[in-house]
């Protein structure tokens, strides 16, 4: 029988994958599922600002330093607005930020709910609004389309700049399918571990190429040939483990 999980779960779960260990933001009504959920993670942590503004400022700056991919979360309504601010300053300095941001279900769209940003029967339009200040934005209305959706929006951020997830809370809840398959590496799992395979990975930003055969569940980094688009994939193709969207095996 196929293995389910949260989204919220499939979401942190693949961030502690691909080597990210914090997410920055404040916690409230419709993005507490995803603090839970990494809350019961010990390869990832969840820590707690005062400010939306700040916790943006947090992943800017991490993601500034070179320890990685800056990620941020936050609730609905007045909470996601108060992330425009530091989102706009790391679109105009091309910083890569992975931005969670909560919404009411998706049943309330246009129906007068608190918080409703869906952009429906007059409310105010989120995907809209966060589309000015990000290289990336999607609003995420079936589990399944999580599954896409994050590899898209890291892939995006990478590039240079912010990427926005926007997650209703009934969409976070509910349950995806996981194969049989890793979704960072694209390898076969066993009960052992990985598969003992050779393969080769092209970066679809740059076109470099890895053997992950050399990888292991320990260690996370890797001698990466530079494909002749490297510049645009910033420094993750020199330095670390680079994550690519799409496999080619």
């Known amino acids: ?40 993670r010990s390869d990832i942590t969840a820590v707690l600002a005062k400010h939306e503004f700040s916790a943006a ?23 996601a607005l108060n992330l425009i601010p530091g989102l706009g300053e790391s679109l ?5 930020v992975l931005a969670l941001v909560g919404q009411p279900a998706t049943t309330m769209d246009g129906r007068g709910s608190f918080q409703d940003t869906s952009g429906r029967n007059g409310s105010l339009d989120a995907e809209a609004l966060f589309s000015a200040v990000s290289v990336f934005c999607r609003r995420v209305l079936t589990p399944a389309d999580i599954v896409s959706a994050l590899p898209d929006a890291i892939a995006a951020a990478r590039t ?34 990985r598969s003992s395979v050779i393969h080769i990975r092209s970066c679809a930003l740059c076109a470099g190429q890895t053997d992950l055969s050399q ?19 910033g420094p993750c193709c020199a330095r670390r483990w680079h994550v690519c969207p799409t496999p080619k095996m």
């Not at 993601?63 to 800056?70: E, Y």
């Not at 926005?164 to 009960?191: A, E, F, W």
Request: aromatic fraction near 6%.
């Open 160 to 193: 240079g700049g912010p990427a926005v997830l926007l997650l209703p809370k009934d969409i976070q809840q509910s349950k995806v399918g996981v194969n049989g398959y890793d979704n960072v590496t694209g390898m076969l799992l066993t009960r052992r571990g």
């Open 1 to 40: 029988m196929p293995r389910t999980q949260r989204v919220v779960d499939h979401i942190v779960e693949h961030l502690a994958k691909i080597d990210i260990d914090y997410i920055f933001g404040v916690d409230g009504a419709n993005i507490e599922d995803l603090y839970d959920a990494a809350h019961f």
């Open 57 to 79: 400022t947090m992943a800017d700056g991490y993601s500034r330093s070179g320890a990685g991919l800056g990620v941020v979360a936050a609730t609905s309504g007045g909470g």
């Open 215 to 233: 990888s292991s569940p320990a260690s996370r980094w890797l001698a990466m040939t530079p494909g002749p688009n490297s510049r645009s994939c």
């Open 92 to 96: 105009a300095s091309r910083v890569p």
